[in-house]
């Protein structure tokens, strides 16, 4: 499995700020995607992070919220963008090699919005 | 994708096998049945994963069904560390662009009692 690393690991932020989680694996990865988990919740998908192209979001999720990069294959970032409270969540990072067929995911980020 | 149906939560004996059932109805020929959990404050574990046989690992065993509208999760020896949420997740395999997604229901609630 791969080792996953998310930092930074929990926030608290002001409105109207950005924060950029980074997420790095120990091996390189064809697929890398950005999950959210909002308080309570089960996990949503925001977006798929693809190495040399734009990151394809999933519906109701914009790049002006919540850019994505991804410079190599073992590295992506998230920022969100001009927080509100409500984009208080835990943000996670998986992995998934080419072929492999399995989802790896990081400990997450812990972000609250004052 | 195929949507899952769990139950809200379950308790089990420590020491016993614990046995959570997954109805995916409508589950295609190519999609494979995967089970995750998350333990609190942590991001969602692989546990197993299946297409039509019965898959075991060092984790759990996956038992599906003979015409897959159902399968079972086996923790054969439940620990106090096994509380956690689980995740019944059907998906495509393959490399077809937006198969690698998982789509998160809001799983089952596995209580260890010691």
């Known amino acids: 499995s791969a080792v996953i690393s998310q930092k930074p690991s929990r926030d608290i932020c002001q409105r109207g700020t950005s924060l950029t989680i980074q997420c790095q694996v120990d091996s390189q990865v064809t697929m890398m995607f950005w999950y959210r988990q909002q308080p309570g919740q089960s996990l949503t998908l925001i977006a798929t992070a693809n190495q040399g192209s734009e990151a394809t979001y999933e519906s109701g999720f914009v790049i002006d919220k919540f850019p994505i990069s991804r410079p190599n294959l073992t590295f992506s970032t998230l920022t969100v963008s001009n927080m509100s409270p409500e984009d208080s969540s835990i943000y996670l990072c998986?992995?998934?090699?080419?072929?492999?067929?399995?989802?790896?995911f990081g400990a997450g980020t812990r972000l609250s919005v004052l | 994708d195929a949507k899952t149906t769990q139950p809200t939560s379950m308790d089990c004996a420590e020491g016993r096998a614990a046995n959570l059932p997954c109805n995916h109805s409508t589950i295609s020929g190519n999609e494979y049945v995967y089970w995750y959990r998350q333990i609190h404050s942590q991001g969602p574990q692989y546990i197993i994963h299946?297409?039509?046989n019965n898959e075991t690992n060092e984790m759990a065993s996956l038992i599906i069904t003979e015409d897959r509208k159902s399968s079972t999760l086996i923790l054969p020896h439940a620990t106090l560390r096994d509380t956690a949420v689980y995740y019944c997740i059907v998906r495509r395999g393959g490399l077809i662009q937006g198969a690698q997604k998982l789509v998160f229901g809001q799983g089952t609630r596995l209580t260890i009692n010691p």
């Open positions: 998986s992995v998934e090699g080419e072929g492999k067929n399995i989802q790896y």
């Open positions: 299946g297409l039509k």
